[in-house]
């Protein structure tokens, strides 16, 4: 989501002359996206800023921004601990840059501006064949753990007019694949749900691949099912956070379903999709989490064999319910844990994937591989990485590769 928010600071200045310079060295303005879901990234970002105080002692010229959702958060504060930037704006205020670079505007934008769903900005996009499309913004659901809903403020879906439109135009420019973001895309509603906003795009010619995230497991639905089913554009892969096998803990963090609930949803998914790729978010260490719902934890990964899990450790979050609560979990505690759920996922993740050997998919080729020039690389419908022969003129071909040999991140294969 973030890296699409770049996409769009970079069309916006675009749109208005600017270019983008080769380095920090040469660039006359310097922009920060910042993320601030956890600590660690809010961390980076100030040391990041602090590095870059000297270039701007040498060259009182250089403007330094801070964007994204440090920005929404901090606003003014920015400027007490780092008085040398020169403005900050958050994530629903990008529309504004402009003002704020040719200091048409005071130096903070960080209001909660509900209409940006409706604001049309141009996106600066690479062009590799795949496009994200923003279709909602914002989050209303505030999982007691999470920053989002301050920083991103309350769910607004766009018009499904422009979402098709934008669409339409990225098929003419030659993308294959769009990927739709927003936190919770199963809420998605405008004059049409998500079921049938994914109708609608699976209809545009030129689009042969759609992806979307994030799925919340509560507003999956039957109908959502049998759409991801039907469509054939649609790809077999689903983001499903679970968070947490224990469902005291799903309690606490406010997420709104049970593990029995999610495993249903899953047996769904896959009676109706079969090969359907799942993968999931684990956070670690939640407040008050025992070493009994670690273990249920760690039980539900075993017992739903996820193609994939992204971890994290618990990371209280200044103004959220969870950073205010008892029994905060030691940091060696939430270390262990984490290492232990990362090294089950990697057992299971390659006993998935050898499933997988002599099979064969239809890939997308995204380009060539970073380490080998006589490779390429794309991705099966179900989202994993294939490596494999060939060179760069079959670069956004769609291909049928057997599978020869399954890694624990990746595929290698050969064109058929
Ligand atoms: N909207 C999505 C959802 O409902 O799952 C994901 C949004 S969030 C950007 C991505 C992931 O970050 C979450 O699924 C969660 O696992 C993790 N996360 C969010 N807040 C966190 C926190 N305070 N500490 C650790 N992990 C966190
Ligand atoms: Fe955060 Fe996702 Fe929960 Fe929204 S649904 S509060 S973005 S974790």
Redesign the pocket.
């Given at each position: 989501?973030n890296v699409h928010d770049s996409e769009k600071i970079s069309g916006v200045l675009t749109e208005e002359g600017y270019s983008q310079a080769e380095s920090i060295k040469d660039s006359d303005l310097v922009i920060f996206n910042t993320c601030s879901?956890?600590q660690k990234a809010e961390q980076k970002f100030f040391s990041d800023l602090g590095r870059i105080k000297a270039l701007k002692r040498k060259r009182p010229d250089l403007k330094i921004a801070v964007a994204g959702c440090i920005a929404q958060q901090m606003g003014k504060g920015i400027f007490r601990r780092a008085p040398y930037v020169d403005f900050v704006f958050g994530p629903q205020n990008i529309h504004r840059i402009i003002d704020l670079v040719q200091g048409k505007s005071s130096g903070i934008a960080n209001d909660d501006n509900p209409e940006v769903a409706d604001t049309d900005l141009p996106v600066l996009r690479k062009k590799e064949g795949r496009a994200w499309v923003s279709i909602m913004y914002g989050?209303n659901?505030f999982?007691s753990?999470?920053?989002?809903p301050y920083t991103r403020g309350m769910e607004r879906s766009r018009p499904s007019g422009k979402i098709l439109k934008e669409i339409k135009g990225l098929s003419e420019e030659g993308f294959r694949e769009v990927t739709l973001l927003?936190?919770?895309v199963n809420s998605y509603m405008s004059d049409m749900n998500f079921a049938g906003l994914l109708k609608g795009i699976n209809s545009i010619s030129g689009i042969e691949r759609i992806r979307f995230?994030?799925?919340?497991p509560r507003d999956l639905s039957g109908e959502l099912i049998s759409a991801i089913a039907m469509l054939d554009k649609v790809c077999d892969h689903i983001h499903l956070?679970l968070?947490s096998g224990s469902d005291r803990i799903l309690r606490l963090m406010n997420r709104g379903y049970t593990v029995l609930e999610y495993c249903r949803k899953v047996d769904s998914l896959r009676k109706s999709i079969p090969g359907i790729s799942i993968t999931t978010?684990?956070?670690t260490g939640f407040p008050g989490e025992k070493e009994d719902d670690h273990m249920m934890t760690i039980k539900a990964l075993k017992d739903i064999e996820f193609d994939g899990t992204?971890?994290?450790?618990?990371?209280?979050?200044q103004g959220?319910k969870?950073?205010a609560m008892d029994s905060q979990v030691d940091d060696n505690v939430k270390s262990v844990r984490l290492t232990e759920i990362l090294q089950l996922q990697d057992c299971i993740t390659i006993k998935l994937n050898k499933n997988l050997e002599n099979s064969i998919q239809e890939v997308l080729v995204e380009g060539l591989s970073d380490t080998d020039k006589d490779t390429v690389t794309g991705r099966t419908r179900s989202n994993k990485i294939v490596n494999f022969k060939g060179n760069g003129d079959l670069k956004d071909k769609v291909l049928n590769v057997k599978i020869l040999l399954a890694r624990k991140h990746s595929l290698d294969g050969e064109i058929l």
């Open positions: 989501m879901i956890r989050c659901n999982c753990y999470c920053i989002v927003g936190q919770n995230v994030t799925s919340h956070p968070q978010d684990i956070i992204f971890a994290f450790k618990f990371s209280p979050r959220t969870a950073a």
